[in-house]
Nanobody
Framework: QVQLVESGGGLVQPGGSLRLSCAASGNIFTIYTMAWYRQAPGKQRELVAS???????DVAESVKGRITISRDDGKNTVYLQMNNLKAEDTAVYYC???????????????WGQGTQVTVSS
């Protein structure tokens, strides 16, 4: 069993900043790619940014230049630093991790419960 717990969401004014965190815990042998997705009302879930275990990152064009993804493998945690936030960034943000679990060494796609980010004046 692997749990992903997100934190850091909330209400912010346009132009403001937020830092999301997602901590993984449980029967973890290793974590490969970690990522952040978001889903706005009435829209499909979309990838915001990802980071491999080697540190390679990929950021969606819509947020490039405003968002940075990073990870701390010692803490099994991934971060999303969001700057110059816009109304269109309003969504539920979900954490994702590709995890090899200790029991059987199977790989699992793991998701957090989501954290709301609202950008509004």
């Amino acid at each position: 069993q692997v749990q992903l717990v997100e934190s850091g969401g909330g209400l912010v004014q346009p132009g403001g900043s937020l830092r999301l965190s997602c901590a993984a815990s449980g029967n973890i042998f290793t974590i490969y790619t970690m990522a952040w997705y978001r889903q706005a009302p009435g829209k499909q879930r979309e990838l915001v940014a990802s980071i491999t275990d080697g540190g390679d990152t990929d950021v969606a064009e819509s947020v490039k230049g405003r968002i940075t993804i990073s990870r701390d493998d010692g803490k099994n945690t991934v971060y999303l630093q969001m700057n110059n936030l816009k109304a269109e960034d309003t969504a539920v943000y979900y954490c994702y991790a590709d995890v090899k679990v200790t029991l059987g060494f199977f790989r699992r796609d793991c998701w957090g419960q989501g954290t709301q980010v609202t950008v509004s004046s």
